[in-house]
């Protein structure tokens, strides 16, 4: 069974820090590459970053860029989000996601490549 488990989330304050993990299952972590998306109350869920299969690439969108960090342990199929410097907008469900590739070093910014989800963990900054 495959299946991203997401853990970390919780309530913070502005210009706190979180580290979010998604724990990887039944599948070969090392070829996937792992994105992060999120979704506030009444907006469409948004693609965050994204880190390829080795590790080496990443990508961020420029609302979190300087402050987020994905970074991954395949030994223990796990990829990480630690958020710094946290805002109000930064409020929302948090999932990761992984996409099957052949590209070792590439990482991918669309929704719909993604075929593996997790159920989420919130996060919840106030001011």
């Known amino acids: 069974q495959v299946q991203l488990v997401e853990s970390g989330g919780g309530l913070v304050q502005v210009g706190g820090s979180r580290r979010l993990s998604c724990a990887a299952s039944g599948l070969t972590f090392s070829m996937y590459a792992m994105g992060w998306f999120r979704q506030a109350p009444g907006k469409e869920r948004d693609f965050v970053g994204g880190?390829?299969?080795?590790?080496?690439?990443?990508f961020y969108v420029d609302s979190v860029k300087g402050r987020f960090t994905i970074s991954r342990d395949n030994a223990k199929n796990t990829v990480y989000l630690q958020m710094n410097s946290l805002k109000p907008e930064d409020t929302a469900l948090y999932y990761c996601?992984?996409?099957?590739?052949?590209?070792?070093?590439?990482?991918?910014?669309?929704?719909?490549?993604?075929?593996?989800w997790g159920q989420g963990t919130q996060v919840t900054v106030s001011s």
């Open positions: 880190i390829s299969r080795d590790g080496d690439s990443t």
């Open positions: 996601a992984a996409q099957w590739t052949t590209r070792r070093s590439a990482y991918y910014t669309g929704y719909s490549g993604y075929t593996t």
